[in-house]
């Protein structure tokens, strides 16, 4: 009977220390992989990168909401008009341009 017990014990310690094996591959992987994501410098940069784009695109969208409180009306009816007729903005966009380079071209000659 004894040999019979020690054989049953034997059983129980293997399987405890085929467990605990186991646990010791999980954990190890789960370093493994934390000590790659400290070593891989391009992603945590792109990370970083990510980060700070978002707080710039909140700060910016925080001030034009600030910013849009304090046009005065008749330029926000400007803004409004030319929003209506696209033709006419590039229009006189284009007649500065002309007369841009036309006082270059003077300036130039002179």
Do not use: F, W
């Not at 034997?10 to 994501?37: H, M, P, W, Y």
């Not at 400290?38 to 700060?59: F, H, L």
């Not at 926000?76 to 006082?103: E, F, I, S, T």
């Amino acid at each position: 009977m004894s040999h019979e017990t020690t054989r049953t014990g034997g059983a129980g310690e293997r399987e405890q220390l085929v467990a605990g094996i186991e646990q010791n591959r999980q954990e190890l992987a789960k370093t493994v992989q934390a000590l790659a994501a400290k070593v891989d410098v391009p992603k945590r940069v792109r990370g970083s990168a990510a980060r700070m784009r978002e707080r710039a695109r909140e700060k910016v969208t925080a001030s034009l909401g600030r910013a849009e409180g304090n046009i005065p009306e008749p330029a926000r009816q400007a803004a409004d008009a030319a929003g209506r007729r696209p033709a006419l903005v590039y229009g006189a966009a284009g007649l500065c341009a002309a007369a841009a380079l036309l006082a270059l071209s003077r300036r130039k000659r002179s």
